[in-house]
């Protein structure tokens, strides 16, 4: 069973950086594509960003291109999110999720796999 493991938030300033972590255990991760996705209070969860399980394609939301990467090291099991310039309305919980296959899609209910989240507050 693919569990899925996600580290490295926190409280950062607004223009700050956080790198979220997200590892496998239980599967190998070649096989999936891995999608990032964040929730803030009292809204709906939305796609941050996608990677397909080769690393050749990502996507990501208008709000984060240019400052967000994400990255895969599967040799690791572990998929990686990169926030550079982070601001106010970046904070939420972000989750990553996992589903089989190649291709990645920014589609909540298209993942088969959750971690349980970790907190992003941007504030001063």
């Known amino acids: 069973q693919l569990q899925l493991v996600e580290s490295g938030g926190g409280l950062v300033q607004p223009g700050g950086s956080l790198r979220l972590s997200c590892a496998a255990s239980?599967?190998?991760?070649?096989?999936?594509?891995i999608g990032w996705f964040r929730q803030a209070p009292g809204k709906e969860r939305e796609g941050v960003s996608s990677?397909?399980?080769?690393?050749?394609?990502?996507n990501y939301a208008d709000s984060v291109k240019g400052r967000f990467t994400i990255s895969r090291d599967n040799a690791k099991n572990t998929v990686y999110l990169q926030m550079n310039s982070l601001k106010p309305e970046d904070t939420a919980i972000y989750y990553c999720?996992?589903?089989?296959?190649?291709?990645?899609?920014?589609?909540?209910?298209?993942?088969?796999?959750w971690g349980q989240g970790t907190q992003v507050t941007v504030s001063s």
């Open positions: 999720a996992a589903v089989w296959g190649i291709l990645a899609t920014m589609t909540p209910d298209e993942y088969d796999y």
């Open positions: 239980g599967v190998t991760l070649d096989y999936y594509a």
């Open positions: 990677i397909s399980s080769t690393g050749g394609t990502t």
